[in-house]
């Protein structure tokens, strides 16, 4: 079993609906969470990050930790075209230690305009 | 402000030869981290690198793969013998200090063929 695992997708959604992504982790040590996108033949992109549990939100995005059920969330609100993507979770046991961050295999999402 | 630059952005060797990839941190950051991503796989650390020193290299192969941050210019992934199995997308990262807050890269598309 991955220690991350991520719904590889493809996800095809129209303009304008919400999006939820999700991961689910088996690492109960891990406490910093992260959401990047990465466009096609691009690098990720750092989209949020939140430490242990509740809710952040960043304009149309909201992520999501709920360390009980190992499981965490990105919505997307008003999805755009633009936002058509792979989107990567990873999260961390540590502060400051780059080997200790676990990536998901990222979903693909593709929003119809 | 350039990014993080890669180059060269797509790189194919024949089997045995070496590879060798470039990356210029951002201004201002001193922290290097190199990952390698294979096809709907996730980003796998391999090292941290900060002017000089390796921090941490527990996720390079043991053998063939070695990484520097020189001084003065880039950082330099090389990879000797290549094989097959080499052929993937090698991002580097560059921070400040957090490597959750690093700015990644475009990526060298590595083939062998």
């Known amino acids: 079993q991955k220690e991350v695992e991520q719904d590889p997708g493809p996800l095809s959604v129209p303009e304008g609906a919400i999006v939820s992504l999700n991961c689910t982790y088996s690492n109960s040590a891990f406490q910093y969470f992260m959401w990047y996108r990465q466009y096609s033949r691009k690098g990720p992109e750092l989209l949020m990050y939140?430490?242990?549990?509740g809710n952040k939100e960043d304009g149309r995005f909201t992520a999501q930790v709920d360390k009980s059920s190992k499981y965490i969330s990105l919505f997307i609100r008003d999805s755009q075209p633009s936002d058509s993507a792979t989107y990567l979770c990873?999260?961390?046991?540590?502060?400051?230690?780059?080997?200790?961050?676990?990536f998901g295999s990222g979903t693909r999402l593709s929003i119809r305009p | 402000n350039a990014g993080v630059m890669q180059n060269p952005r797509h790189l194919v060797r024949r089997r045995g030869q070496e590879a060798r990839l470039r990356c210029s941190p951002m201004?201002?950051?001193?922290?290097v981290y190199w990952y390698r991503q294979l096809p709907e796989e996730g980003l796998k650390f391999m090292v941290y690198?900060?002017?000089?020193?390796?921090?941490?290299e527990s996720g390079m192969p043991k053998e063939r793969f070695s990484a520097e941050f020189p001084k003065e210019g880039p950082s330099i992934l090389r990879i000797q013998q290549v094989v097959r199995g080499d052929s993937a997308a090698y991002f580097c990262?560059?921070?400040?200090?957090?490597?959750?807050?690093?700015?990644f890269g475009q990526g060298t598309r590595l083939t062998v063929v």
């Open positions: 990873a999260m961390s046991p540590f502060y400051s230690s780059a080997s200790k961050i676990i």
């Open positions: 201004k201002g950051h001193s922290h």
């Open positions: 990262a560059s921070s400040r200090i957090d490597p959750t807050e690093a700015f």
């Open positions: 939140t430490y242990s549990s």
């Open positions: 690198l900060q002017k000089e020193n390796i921090i941490d």
